[in-house]
Structure formats: structure tokens, C-alpha cells
């Protein structure tokens, strides 16, 4: 069963129809069909955190392990079922003896570069104070962030140094990667369909 059909099972479940539900959460039918058939993925953002806001899903879980993990409120008990631990079925077993569930596939964050994301989140959190939290979510065209990365590359190379052109370079890459997920209607670089 694909994550859309689990989504759709938990909309007719919780509100009868598809319809209902798209006039709860304000988004055209057509449109809730369209997220259902092309995949969760392929919706804008502000789509897909109406979806998941309205089931109690949790978004980074979907978009980033691909499972629906249900968020569980803070002032409440959780019950058996919402205390559920996913299971791919796999194990791994360290020297230690201590066994766990892992496999290939859900990336390796302990071999990220520490000190870059590091210093990439302080760059994010410069960019929130001047032009306010998640600005960058709304999405920028694709074309934009290359040519902002590629002119930061250049006076990176240039050894000029009123910024730090690196991290600003790095930024925009990261982002541009970013949004070949979270908005892929903005990528409107000349080799699209190309990659």
C-alpha cells in the first residue's frame, strides 16, 4: 500500500469523503485528487502541511522516511496503537550486542560534514532575521538560486571577502536541491528534463 493510499484510507476513515475533506481543509477536490494520484511529494507545501496538519501527520516523517507517523499531542497519553515503533523488518547487530532496526535506503546522517551544516544553519538563521522564518519554503525559482550560487562561487574564487561567499554558495546549492523535492514546478533551469 503506497503512502497515498494510506492517506486516503485515514481521510475516508476520519471524514467520510475526499470531498468533505477537501472543503475542510480549504483545497479544491481536483486538486486532492491530483496530490492522491501524482504523490504527496509532488504537492506545493502548503498543500501538503494542510494534508498533514488535518490527520495529525507528521510532514518530515513523510517526506523524509516515506512513513506516516502520527503525532501524538504532548497533553495526552499515548495510547498502544500511537506508541507503535516502525519496523522495517531488518536488523543490525553491534559489538555491544545491542540490536536495531536499520537498513539501506534512509540515508546516513552521521556521515554528514558536522561543521558545514553547522555552519549552514547559522547562515539560515541570519537569512530568518532579515527576511523572517521559512521565507525560502515559499520556494524561489530554480534559475535564481543557481545564478546566486554560481556568483558566490565566483567571488569565493575571486578571494573577496565582504561575505562569506562559500557558505552563501553552499546555501544556495542546498536549497536548489531542496526544492527538486519540495517544489518542482519552480525548477525552470534551460536543462530541465535533461538531468
Given at each position: 500500500m503506497t503512502i497515498e493510499d494510506q492517506v486516503k484510507d485515514m481521510i475516508l476513515w476520519k471524514y467520510g469523503s475526499l470531498k468533505r475533506f477537501s472543503d475542510v481543509i480549504s483545497i479544491?477536490?481536483?486538486s486532492l485528487d491530483s496530490i492522491l494520484k501524482r504523490g504527496l511529494k509532488n504537492s506545493n507545501s502548503v498543500n501538503l502541511s494542510k494534508i498533514c496538519f488535518a490527520l495529525n501527520i507528521d510532514l518530515m516523517a513523510l517526506l523524509i522516511a516515506e512513513k506516516?507517523?502520527?503525532?501524538?499531542?504532548?497533553t495526552t497519553e499515548p495510547s498502544k496503537e500511537d506508541n507503535h515503533i516502525a519496523d522495517s523488518g531488518e536488523r543490525t547487530v553491534f559489538s555491544t550486542g545491542v540490536v536495531r532496526d536499520m537498513h539501506a535506503g534512509k540515508g546516513r546522517m552521521d556521515l554528514l560534514p558536522f561543521y558545514a551544516i553547522l555552519e549552514l544553519s547559522k547562515h539560515c538563521e541570519n537569512g530568518a532575521g532579515k527576511?523572517?522564518?521559512?521565507?525560502?519554503?515559499?520556494?524561489?525559482?530554480q534559475h535564481s538560486l543557481i545564478d546566486s550560487a554560481m556568483r558566490h562561487l565566483f567571488?569565493?574564487?575571486?578571494?573577496e571577502t565582504d561575505e562569506d561567499h562559500l557558505l552563501a554558495a553552499f546555501w544556495n546549492l542546498g536549497w536548489a536541491v531542496n526544492q527538486r523535492t519540495t517544489h518542482p514546478e519552480l525548477i525552470d533551469v534551460p536543462w530541465k528534463g535533461k538531468l
Amino acid at each position: 500500500m503506497t503512502i497515498e493510499d494510506q492517506v486516503k484510507d485515514m481521510i475516508l476513515w476520519k471524514y467520510g469523503s475526499l470531498k468533505r475533506f477537501s472543503d475542510v481543509i480549504s483545497i479544491p477536490y481536483t486538486s486532492l485528487d491530483s496530490i492522491l494520484k501524482r504523490g504527496l511529494k509532488n504537492s506545493n507545501s502548503v498543500n501538503l502541511s494542510k494534508i498533514c496538519f488535518a490527520l495529525n501527520i507528521d510532514l518530515m516523517a513523510l517526506l523524509i522516511a516515506e512513513k506516516i507517523v502520527k503525532i501524538v499531542p504532548t497533553t495526552t497519553e499515548p495510547s498502544k496503537e500511537d506508541n507503535h515503533i516502525a519496523d522495517s523488518g531488518e536488523r543490525t547487530v553491534f559489538s555491544t550486542g545491542v540490536v536495531r532496526d536499520m537498513h539501506a535506503g534512509k540515508g546516513r546522517m552521521d556521515l554528514l560534514p558536522f561543521y558545514a551544516i553547522l555552519e549552514l544553519s547559522k547562515h539560515c538563521e541570519n537569512g530568518a532575521g532579515k527576511y523572517g522564518e521559512h521565507n525560502v519554503d515559499k520556494g524561489i525559482p530554480q534559475h535564481s538560486l543557481i545564478d546566486s550560487a554560481m556568483r558566490h562561487l565566483f567571488k569565493y574564487a575571486a578571494c573577496e571577502t565582504d561575505e562569506d561567499h562559500l557558505l552563501a554558495a553552499f546555501w544556495n546549492l542546498g536549497w536548489a536541491v531542496n526544492q527538486r523535492t519540495t517544489h518542482p514546478e519552480l525548477i525552470d533551469v534551460p536543462w530541465k528534463g535533461k538531468l
